[in-house]
């Protein structure tokens, strides 16, 4: 079992910067590819970034592109996503998760609580 928890969530003004950060116990964390997913109000979870078991290759959403960077700690079993230039329409709940990788959440075993990031106009 891998427990996941987020942090660093807020309400910030559009352009403003936000880092979360994913802390993992249990099982070795540098076997699980990592990802970051959100999911905007009323609309379904979507994926946002992903990073490889070593942290050298990372893959983003189009609409996040230059804005986000995604990045590992092996040593502390922790990513993180930070989050520039952000959008209202980058609101949502953001999620951790843990697992085979790609864009797709079935291939993600293990996820955290969430945590909510609010971007105001």
């Known amino acids: 079992q891998v427990q996941l928890v987020e942090s660093g969530g807020g309400s910030v003004q559009a352009g403003g910067s936000l880092k979360l950060s994913c802390t993992a116990s249990g099982r070795t964390f540098s076997v699980y590819i990592m990802g970051w997913f959100r999911q905007p109000p009323g609309k379904e979870r979507e994926f946002v970034a992903s990073?490889?078991?070593?942290?050298?290759?990372?893959y983003l959403r189009d609409s996040v592109k230059g804005r986000f960077t995604m990045s590992r700690d092996n040593a502390k079993n922790t990513v993180y996503l930070q989050m520039n230039s952000l959008k209202p329409e980058d609101t949502a709940v953001y999620y951790c998760?843990?697992?085979?990788?790609?864009?797709?959440?079935?291939?993600?075993?293990?996820w955290g609580q969430g945590t909510q990031v609010t971007v105001s106009s």
């Open positions: 998760a843990a697992g085979q990788g790609t864009r797709f959440t079935s291939r993600y075993d293990y």
């Open positions: 990073i490889s078991r070593s942290g050298d290759n990372t």
